[in-house]
């Protein structure tokens, strides 16, 4: 199975938030193949480096490529056109959820996420597969 993470998810792994046990779970589970879009991880190292620093920033990511997370850097045409649309498509869309989106649909993956609100429309219109750990 396939799952392209988005930036909450790993926020709420690494900060103990509500739902952070589930990815926990997610992290060990066989035969899973998890990565992240490099847009998400951009996030994650921001919030990170925001709130506690630089050095805590890239221990945090450190953690997640130890945990064999596959931060793909792809953005040809085709990911960041379909990230472009979508985000022109879905008002509340987050650009960096866009290309996640954009990624797991191109991997025909699961976009884990916490964003029902703003996933939500997108899960309706079966843009891909998704997977809401709150």
């Known amino acids: 199975m396939n799952y392209v993470l988005d930036a909450n998810s790993l926020i709420a792994y690494f900060d103990g938030e509500e739902g952070g046990i589930f990815i926990s779970d997610l992290l060990v ?47 040809d045409p085709i990911i960041w056109k379909v990230a472009a649309h979508l985000k022109a498509n879905y008002k509340r869309l987050s650009l960096a959820d866009a290309f996640g989106v954009a990624y797991a649909k191109k991997i025909h993956g699961i976009f884990v996420a916490s964003d029902n609100r703003e996933l939500k429309p997108l899960e309706r219109d079966r843009v891909c597969n998704f997977l809401f750990f709150r």
Not at 32 to 44: F, K, L, Q, R, W
């Open 29 to 75: 589970t066989p035969r899973a193949s998890i990565s992240m879009h490099v847009v998400n991880s951009c996030e994650v190292y921001y919030h990170f480096e925001r709130k506690n620093g630089e050095s805590l920033a890239n221990q945090v990511l450190a953690d997640i490529l130890s945990y064999g997370i596959e931060i793909v850097e792809e953005a």
